[in-house]
């Protein structure tokens, strides 16, 4: 299994989501958060010299079974790539476990999409 973080712009978490809704991975982890990369915030030439120094951001995190790391990774640069400085960043790490706490399944039973009572 694999999670799966990504830091896109606020705005672009729809389209992402939709992408994930189509190929059956609906569910997802997701804070507003503050940050800046290369292009450093914003500044601002206002009479006290104003700096802005993190822009919002969006982090989703999923965790994913192994065979569907690639769609999902698919689907989260088409849905948040716009082609300018600030698009984000995707990060994937290895999960060794995980468990479901209602059912106590465990390993990828626990992050399957598939709905189990």
Known sequence: MFKIEAIIRPERLEPVQL??????????????????????????????????????????EIVVENKDKAKVLKAILLGARTGEPGDGKIFISEVKDAIRIRTGERGARAVSKKVRD
């Open 19 to 60: 992408r994930l809704r189509k190929i059956g991975y609906p569910g997802m982890t997701v804070t507003d958060m503050e940050g800046h990369g290369r292009q450093k915030g914003l500044h601002s030439d206002w009479p006290e010299g104003l700096r802005v120094n993190f822009l919002p951001k969006t982090k989703m």
